[in-house]
């Protein structure tokens, strides 16, 4: 598929036409690359024994959403999720005043409490559903099911589906749109879903209430002003968008919204991100170049995951002048398995951190068939305990997704 201007009227007809058959019930996909064999991995057998060990120990802790943590700062309510942003630290010259920016630099000082319980649900009920994915052994989706309730069904405990409140800066704003990246966390919670409804966990009203708090935060991401902009975004905070709104579509079955994603990655994404060489400018540029460049490729390789289909291939798409994400990903690989040899400015914080298991190296490395990707996969960390470290790396539980 070669990059032409495309509407979004035809996107939207050759990607109802390429799904038809119902979308809110599927789980796992993977498609090959058209015209390359798919590079063989047993990524069931590599990730049993870890998964396995995850989910027995998540079994012994309940669920803890947002509304366990008092966010005093919040314009808010008590279901609004809250957070602060991150470089955003007391002037000096005027302590009581606005905050200032020292860009890569976090605050520790900064309410983190919301996004921390955020984390850790997306690791425990992912986890939980991919264990019983592979065991069938019931209790691991009861328990997922139990965190699916405390989050978005309970009204006690649930979260509200908007995010108005998220990466505020005190003397400055109540929230801003860059807080919508916070909630990349629930992609693969939204991925999760949906394999455990061979185990029976969820009666048919749950389910339907699941569909319907994703739609309502659907709606708010792509009609609220925070959303637009966000989406808006030049660098990987527009990737991350695009990357929430798409596996959300793909679970409320919105094709619309799915067919203006695969829109936006072929006429924005790539063309506004990847230069020549397969370079990200405008990660390159940031105090932690290396982190936010992997982190970016993460989510561009997740849109490819999510969106292509037999017919529609994300995977191949390249614009004119041969960039894409085949480009991006070779660009950097070098980078990744030796690390010493960045030519750049090494980030300003946590780059002893990185890498760990980048799912952009599974989910390329099968789509191109490169073997050299696949193994550099196997080797990295898939379970780095540095919470700085999770917050980039939402895409923990590769059963769920090839």
Not at 7 to 27: D, K, N, P
Not at 54 to 80: C, K, N
Request: with cysteine; aromatic share 12%.
């Amino acid at each position: 598929m070669r990059p032409v201007a495309r509407s979004f009227a035809r996107a939207r007809r050759e990607f109802c036409i390429a799904v038809a058959g119902g979308l809110a019930g599927t789980g796992s996909h993977s498609f090959a690359r058209v015209g390359r064999a798919k590079a063989a991995l047993d990524v069931a057998a590599i990730e049993r024994n870890r998964v396995v060990r995850l989910a027995t120990g998540f079994l012994q802790r309940p669920p803890v959403t947002i509304t366990a943590f008092r966010a005093e700062r919040s314009a808010g309510g008590t279901h609004d999720f809250y957070s602060e942003g991150d470089y955003w630290w007391p002037d000096p010259a005027n302590p009581n005043g606005p905050y200032i920016e020292r860009d890569g630099i976090t605050n520790p000082d900064n309410f983190v409490a919301h996004r921390h319980a955020l984390i850790q649900f997306s690791v425990q009920m992912p986890a939980l559903a991919a264990a019983w994915h592979l065991t069938r052994h019931e209790p691991y989706a009861r328990h997922a099911a139990r965190h699916l309730r405390a989050w978005f069904l309970d009204p006690a405990t649930r979260m509200n589906p908007s995010l108005p409140y998220a990466q505020a800066v005190r003397g400055r704003v109540t929230g801003r749109s860059w807080g919508i990246i916070d909630t990349i966390h629930l992609v693969e919670v939204a991925r999760a879903i949906p394999f455990l409804q061979a185990a029976a966990v969820l009666s048919v009203d749950e389910h339907a209430e699941l569909v319907r708090w994703f739609a309502d935060y659907l709606r708010w991401l792509t009609q609220s002003t925070p959303g637009t902009q966000e989406r808006d975004a030049q660098n990987n905070h527009g990737s991350c968008w695009v990357m929430q709104v798409a596996q959300f579509a793909r679970f409320t079955a919105n094709r619309d919204l799915l067919a203006y994603c695969v829109e936006r990655y072929q006429g924005t994404l790539v063309p506004t991100q990847v230069a020549s060489d397969g370079s990200l400018p405008l990660e390159l540029k940031r105090t932690k170049p290396y982190n936010y460049c992997l982190f970016d490729l993460d989510a561009l390789a997740t849109i490819c995951q999510i969106l292509s289909t037999p017919d529609i291939d994300l995977w191949s798409f390249q614009l004119a002048d041969g960039r894409g994400l085949e480009r991006a990903l070779a660009f950097m690989f070098p980078y990744v398995a030796a690390k010493e040899t960045w030519p750049y400015p090494p980030d300003v914080q946590y780059f002893d951190q990185f890498p760990v298991r980048q799912p952009s190296l599974l989910f390329a490395g099968l789509a191109y068939d490169q073997s050299a990707w696949l193994e550099l996969w196997r080797k990295l960390n898939p379970d780095p305990q540095v919470i700085e470290v999770l917050r980039n790396y939402p895409i923990r539980q590769p059963v769920l997704w090839v």
